[in-house]
């Protein structure tokens, strides 16, 4: 049997956790005077916690001291921690442990490449940590995505050359990450969005065993 390396970004992916972000995030900025829509959130998905302040920032022509812009950071990931301190299993996105059981059977290593600082708390709250042959997150990378680093990780900390991975992911940022890499990307949303990936489907539901299979054969 082939060995590919497969690699799940989380929010968006495992969790629904973006609408959290989202939710968090538009609060912070109606304090500041600022809306954005809920297409300007595509490009807040995959991004670190300091670039989405920027881009936010940025939307409203807004320039504040450092002093806030911490303050700020740090307000938002306290309340989008209240939200995940409330997550259970029920959050897990269709089909995403059918997927991961079947790739445990057909013996194929599996990391997870997040942009997020809080990835292991939710993987925890999910009680999916133990899926995992490796977690390469927020904490372990200097350069955000779009910058292959985080995945580049993932794949080496699975012992997988780059080729030979293929990488889940929900953002625009994540998915030009992952073809930096020089990895398979299946985008997980709307075509319309993702259409830089390999693949795209909408959820897991449409990928099949059979088509993982065909992965990890070709
Ligand atoms: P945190 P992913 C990303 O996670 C989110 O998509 C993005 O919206 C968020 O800003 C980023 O994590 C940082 O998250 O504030 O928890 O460190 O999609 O790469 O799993
Ligand atoms: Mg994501």
């Not at 409203?60 to 995940?84: P, R």
């Not at 080496?156 to 940022?173: G, L, N, Q, T």
Request: glycine fraction near 6%.
């Amino acid at each position: 049997m082939n060995k590919k390396g497969f690699i799940f970004d989380l929010d968006g992916v495992i969790v629904d956790t973006a609408k959290y972000h989202f939710l968090a995030w538009q609060r912070l900025a109606k304090g500041l005077d600022i809306n954005f829509t809920e297409e300007e959130n595509e490009q807040l998905k995959g991004v670190s916690r300091v670039r989405s302040l920027e881009k936010i920032l940025a939307w409203g022509n807004k320039t504040i001291s450092q002093e806030l812009f911490d303050e700020l950071m740090g307000k938002k990931n306290e309340e989008y921690l209240s939200f995940i301190a409330e997550m259970d299993t029920n959050e897990i996105l269709p089909d995403v442990p059918r997927v991961l059981k079947f790739l445990k059977e057909m013996d194929q290593p599996i990391s997870l490449g997040s942009a997020s600082k809080n990835a292991r708390t939710i993987l925890e709250r999910v009680n999916l940590k133990s899926s995992f042959n490796a977690i390469v997150d927020g904490n372990d990378v200097s350069k955000a995505k779009p910058d292959p680093e985080v995945f580049l990780i993932a794949a080496k900390e699975i012992d997988v050359k780059p080729e030979d991975c293929i990488v889940f992911e929900d953002s625009v940022a994540g998915v030009t990450a992952a073809n930096t890499a020089n990895m398979i990307s299946i985008g997980i949303g709307s075509k319309d969005v993702l259409g830089h990936a390999n693949y795209v489907f909408k959820d897991f539901t449409e990928i099949s065993n059979d088509l993982i299979k065909s992965l990890i054969e070709n």
